[in-house]
T-cell receptor, first 112, second 114 residues
Framework: GNSVTQMEGPVTLSEEAFLTINCTYT??????LFWYVQYPGEGLQLLLK?????DKGSNKGFEATYRKETTSFHLEKGSVQVSDSAVYFC???????????FGIGTKLQVIP | EAQVTQNPRYLITVTGKKLTVTCSQN?????MSWYRQDPGLGLRQIYY???????DKGDVPEGYKVSRKEKRNFPLILESPSPNQTSLYFC?????????????FGPGTRLTVT
């Protein structure tokens, strides 16, 4: 079956540091890949997505590139802010009637 | 505004007392699902529905029931709650077919069963 692997964390960074959260996946075919963010006390919301190999998704300074050769979709941001503190979920959607598979979620804490 | 709503947001109950968590979406989505979120386990799908009157089990369906009588609503029913169902629950919906569709999540229901 499909799977998504990411570190649970927590990841603690100082403000303005560079962020990388690794995400690797196992899937047949050509799934779409997503990063969702969950701020404290809220539901998940879409951060960015990529639908085919070599696509780069970007939003709010975050980026991730769909790498089919390494089956990866790592999330990066050049300079994190305290307001980026949240839990980040990597996910894949195989399409059609199949379910979306989520990673375990990585908690990010940014300190001033 | 496109949204998924859940009620209640917080619920404390006792073992064995039946409860229902409601979920409603206003985007005319065919696909809806319920997840529970637990520390160290991430999101696990409980049940999903591909359309009205079409539901199926997810990864952790034991102890839960669902129904889909209208396209917009997808309630989660715990007929006899137990303490191991204490968790944070999310309802989600998405369009059908296109694999690029994102999921929209409700704000969550924090359930405590004593």
């Amino acid at each position: 079956g499909n799977s998504v692997t990411q570190m649970e964390g927590p990841v603690t960074l100082s403000e303005e540091a560079f962020l990388t959260i690794n995400c690797t996946y196992t899937a047949t075919g050509y799934p779409s890949l997503f990063w969702y963010v969950q701020y404290p006390g809220e539901g998940l919301q879409l951060l960015l997505k990529a639908t085919k190999a070599d696509d780069k998704g970007s939003n709010k300074g975050f980026e991730a590139t769909y790498r089919k050769e390494t089956t990866s979709f790592h999330l990066e941001k050049g300079s994190v802010q305290v307001s980026d503190s949240a839990v980040y979920f990597c996910a894949l959607n195989p399409g059609g009637y199949q379910k979306v598979t989520f990673g375990i979620g990585t908690k990010l804490q940014v300190i001033p | 505004e496109a949204q998924v709503t859940q009620n209640p947001r917080y619920l404390i109950t006792v073992t064995g007392k039946k409860l229902t968590v409601t979920c409603s979406q206003n985007m005319n989505h065919e696909y809806m699902s319920w997840y529970r979120q637990d520390p160290g386990l991430g999101l696990r799908q409980i049940y999903y529905s591909m359309n009205v009157e079409v539901t199926d089990k997810g990864d952790v369906p034991e102890g839960y029931k669902v129904s889909r009588k209208e396209k917009r609503n997808f309630p989660l029913i715990l007929e006899s709650p137990s303490p191991n169902q204490t968790s944070l629950y999310f309802c989600a919906s998405r369009g059908q077919g296109a694999y690029s569709y994102e999921q929209y999540f409700g704000p969550g229901t924090r359930l405590t069963v004593t």
